[in-house]
């Protein structure tokens, strides 16, 4: 559930994801049922009912016009930054590791990432993300951490700060492990997506 002050409501997405490389955002409100965002190793494709083909959008999209796809659905930061340097800090609730990454490639969206973890959960707390120019762009802080099955936050807080500090605040409901259908991730093929449809139409 993502909820933006921008936006009338709550928005509902459902997440399918496939390794690193593949991720299909499926939106659930009652006027975007069938429309997907595709995010196929680092490209992000616009699916609609009814359109002759996929629509390419820029990996700076804003879903909902808040967060980007990458800061909703959690940046895999060791495929594509170094750790530049690593110090300690602390807050009232402990020690924190404080990572400075680096990007590995000049066509990253952000060039810079500080990352703090807490040192006895090694669960992160926070990472604020910046241009090349050094001026801070994201922060994402992360709450109420799940601790049945799998492990994650249930609670994202994603801050614009080139947006005169615009929340997105994402609500995780469930995370489950499950056989992924690779039709879904398809460009020419909406086949497994249309089952995916009929299946949830039927659900009594």
Not at 49 to 57: D, E, F, Q, T
């Amino acid at each position: 559930i993502l909820t933006n002050p921008a936006q009338h409501g709550p928005h509902e997405i459902e997440v399918w994801r496939s390794g690193e490389g593949k991720t299909l955002i499926r939106l659930l409100d009652p006027k975007e049922r069938g429309k997907y965002l595709l995010r196929l190793d680092g490209q992000v494709w616009f699916i609609a009912p009814g359109a002759k083909k996929p629509i390419h959008l820029s990996p700076s999209y804003r879903l909902y016009g808040g967060a980007t796809l990458d800061e909703v659905l959690g940046l895999r930061l060791a495929r594509t930054y170094n750790v530049a340097n690593v110090s300690q800090a602390s807050d009232p609730d402990g020690v924190l590791a404080v990572f400075e990454l680096r990007a590995k490639s000049e066509d990253a969206l952000f060039s810079q990432v500080r990352y703090v973890v807490r040192e006895a959960t090694a669960r992160p707390v926070s990472a604020t993300y910046r241009l090349r120019s050094g001026r801070e762009a994201t922060a994402v802080a992360f709450f109420d951490w799940n601790d049945r099955g799998p492990v994650y936050a249930r609670r994202i807080v994603v801050t614009d700060m080139l947006r005169k500090g615009t929340i997105t605040d994402v609500e995780v409901r469930d995370l489950q492990e499950r056989p992924i259908p690779e039709g879904l991730f398809s460009l020419d093929d909406a086949s497994a997506r249309r089952a995916l449809e009929s299946a949830a139409t039927n659900i009594p």
